[in-house]
């Protein structure tokens, strides 16, 4: 049964990480410092740019985080892969918002598009997932979507058909 909020703060995100929210051997975001955003704005089931679902949220960015001292030394810069990593964790929480059961893993990304940089002085990224498909059958659980994520409103990554499926095991 899909859920009827549509939006969750980061103690709901930690409370996802936990798996207390979808229950125990579901959907589960990563603790921090792997969880990548603070706050789900909006998610649905039908909405977005193909009427398959969606998902908004944000992440702020602090010079602190834990990434800017290592990558890279001197040129500090949040490493693409981890905005990637949010918007699969934000296709993963899709599935199990909808009520859809089993542990998210991560199948691919199809093509992915890097414009922008994250520096430290950049205050806020908007993750925005947007779903293609979302198939559930007795055999596959999986969502298929296109996401981009902005910096301070500007598209800096853009990815094509990345794919999340959710198993029992």
């Not at 921090?32 to 998610?43: E, G, K, N, S, Y």
């Not at 999986?142 to 800096?156: F, K």
């Amino acid at each position: 049964m899909t859920m009827t909020r549509t939006s969750f703060d980061k103690e709901d995100l930690l409370a996802c990480a936990r798996g207390e929210l979808f229950g125990p051997g579901n959907a589960q975001l990563p603790e921090p410092p792997m969880l990548m955003m603070d706050r789900i704005t909006d998610i649905s089931a039908e909405g977005g740019l193909h009427g398959k679902g969606h998902v908004v949220a944000e992440f702020d960015i602090h010079p602190e985080l834990w990434f800017f001292p290592c990558h890279f030394p001197g040129n500090p810069i949040m490493p693409g892969c981890l905005g990637l990593d949010g918007l699969w964790q934000l296709t993963g929480f899709n599935l199990g918002w909808r009520g859809w059961q089993g542990r998210g893993y991560a199948l691919g990304v199809g093509e992915v598009k890097l414009t922008g940089m994250v520096r430290p002085d950049r205050r806020l990224l908007r993750y925005f997932v947007d779903f293609t498909k979302a198939i559930q059958t007795r055999r596959l659980t999986m969502g298929v979507a296109d996401g981009r994520v902005e910096a301070d409103g500007e598209t800096i990554y853009e990815v094509k058909d990345m794919k999340v499926a959710l198993s029992a095991a």
